[in-house]
C-alpha cells in the first residue's frame, strides 16, 4: 500500500516531476519542495501543497521539517530527488561549478536528514529515500561533481540504513540507470553507438516513479534501475579498474586535445568530444529532477 503524505523535492523536471505526477494522481498528500516558485504547476495540480526551500539553505528546510511536525502534516516517505549536473572538468577544474553540485546533490540531501534524525521517534515507519545514480560506479569524466556527489550520498546512506535498522526511520536509496532528463549532459558528443545503448538501457519516467514508489513501501535498503543497465555500468567500473587508460580523457573548451609539455597529445585525449559553444550549452543544462 502507497503512503498517503509524501515529500518530494525538486518536481519542475524529471524524475521529481514524475514523482509528484505519480502521488496527485493517487490521491496522496504531497508537499512539493522547488527553490523557485512553480505558478505552472500550482495551477496544474491544486491540491498538492507547494513549498519553496532551497534544499541547499540547511537553515530553511530544518524550519520546513519542523513546520511540517508542528502542524501534524509530516510526511511517511521523504522522496530526495533534487539534483543539478554541471560541466567543471573540460579544459580546466571549475571549483565554483564543482561546489554548486555538491551543495545541491550531497548537501541538499544531509540538509533533510539531519532534522529529520531529530524528530520524536514514531509508530509508523518514516521513509527516507535518495535518488542516487549508477553513476557512482562509473560517471563522465567532464562532470567530476555529479560523480563525488552520487558516490558520497550513496555512502551515507549505507551507513544509515544499518544504523537505523529496526527503528521507525528507513534509509533507503535508488541507484538509477539512464532515465530521459536533461541531467544527461553532452550526449550529442557520443557516438552513435553509445546513443542507441543507452536508449535501450533507459527507463521511462513514468516507470521510474511507480518503481519507486513500490520500493517506498518496503524496508530494503537498495534499488538498482532499471536492472539492465547495471550489468553494462559494472563492466565499465571493471574496465577502468583493470585496464590503463581506458578512462577518457580530457579536451579543452575548442574541442582540441590538452598536450603534454612537449607538445605531444596526451595518450588518453579524446578530441571528438568538444566545441566550445556545445561546452556552453552542456554547462548551461540544469535538471532538478
Request: aromatic letters at 8%.
Amino acid at each position: 500500500m502507497e503512503p498517503s503524505r509524501v515529500l518530494i523535492t525538486g518536481t519542475t523536471s524529471g524524475v521529481g516531476r514524475a514523482l509528484l505526477d505519480h502521488y496527485a494522481k493517487r490521491g496522496a498528500t504531497v508537499v512539493a519542495v522547488n527553490r523557485r516558485d512553480v505558478p505552472e504547476l500550482e495551477a496544474e495540480y491544486p491540491a498538492v501543497r507547494f513549498e519553496r526551500v532551497d534544499v541547499r539553505d540547511a537553515e530553511g528546510v530544518r524550519e520546513l521539517v519542523e513546520r511540517l511536525a508542528k502542524t501534524g502534516a509530516l510526511p511517511d516517505v521523504f522522496l530526495l530527488s533534487a539534483g543539478i549536473n554541471r560541466v567543471d572538468n573540460d579544459e580546466c577544474f571549475d571549483l565554483r561549478a564543482y561546489q554548486e553540485v555538491i551543495d545541491t546533490n550531497l548537501l541538499g540531501v544531509l540538509s533533510f536528514v539531519a532534522p529529520i534524525t531529530r524528530l520524536p521517534a514514531g509508530r509508523c515507519p518514516r521513509h527516507v529515500v535518495a535518488i542516487s545514480s549508477l553513476a557512482r560506479y562509473v560517471g563522465n569524466p567532464y562532470a567530476l561533481g555529479y560523480l563525488t556527489s552520487k558516490r558520497a550520498l550513496s555512502a551515507c546512506f549505507e551507513v544509515w540504513s544499518r544504523a537505523y535498522a529496526g527503528t521507525d526511520l528507513v534509509f533507503q536509496q535508488v541507484l538509477l540507470g539512464p532515465v530521459p532528463t536533461a541531467i544527461l549532459t553532452l550526449d550529442e558528443h557520443a557516438p552513435a553507438w553509445v546513443a542507441e545503448l543507452r536508449g535501450w538501457l533507459s527507463a521511462s519516467l513514468d516507470g521510474t516513479a511507480r518503481a519507486i514508489a513500490r520500493f517506498a513501501t518496503t524496508r530494503r535498503r537498495k534499488l538498482h534501475y532499471p536492472w539492465r543497465a547495471l550489468p553494462p555500468y559494472l563492466g565499465l567500473w571493471l574496465a577502468q579498474a583493470l585496464l590503463p587508460g581506458c578512462w577518457p580523457g580530457r579536451t579543452t573548451l575548442a574541442g582540441r586535445p590538452r598536450r603534454d609539455s612537449d607538445g605531444r597529445l596526451g595518450a588518453s585525449a579524446r578530441p571528438r568530444l568538444g566545441g566550445r559553444e556545445a561546452a556552453r550549452v552542456a554547462r548551461d543544462r540544469v535538471d532538478e529532477g
